[in-house]
């Protein structure tokens, strides 16, 4: 496969308080990153229900990111541990219906972190296209 025909597409669940922001700042400073990024902007990141991610694999992103506040800086108080703990269980799960856990990544970017925002997608992004699409997405186109 031409590793440069394949554009992933990663669906980003970021937190209003932190990631968001910073994905905010990253437009407003004018940095380029990838737009195959598509956000949710969630109040929290431990708002994220794990089916919002089963779901998101399901209809076809090769990649979720998941962005939080630091530890320790999170405007709920514990609402990124609570999206570690998740993310956890995630990986274990994907890995059972033959997603690699590689292609859901938890994140904390802080609100002026706009460089790191738009370096963390870039990065995912290469990742992404390296592996290829995901085997169950294979399996269904063909």
């Known amino acids: 496969m031409d590793e440069n025909a394949y554009e992933p597409t990663i669906i ?6 932190c990631t968001f922001t910073a994905a905010d700042l990253a437009g407003t ?17 431990g ?14 992103a090769d990649g979720v ?10 405007h709920y108080i514990n609402g990124n541990m609570k999206a570690r703990r998740r993310v956890a269980l995630l990986h274990e799960v994907l890995e059972r219906f033959g997603v690699e856990k590689e292609r859901l990544w938890l994140r904390w970017v802080a609100a002026s972190e706009g460089n790191m925002f ?13 592996m290829g699409p995901p085997s169950t997405k294979q399996r269904a186109i063909a």
């Open 47 to 60: 708002m994220v229900d794990p089916k919002y991610v089963l779901k998101s694999f399901l209809e076809g």
């Open 12 to 17: 980003a669940f970021l937190c209003n308080w």
């Open 65 to 74: 990111l998941i962005g939080g506040c630091w530890p320790g800086d999170c």
């Open 118 to 130: 738009a370096e963390t997608v870039k990065e995912m992004t290469e990742q992404l296209k390296k």
């Open 29 to 45: 400073s004018r940095l380029t990153y990838p737009s195959n990024v598509k956000i949710v902007r969630m109040m929290c990141s």
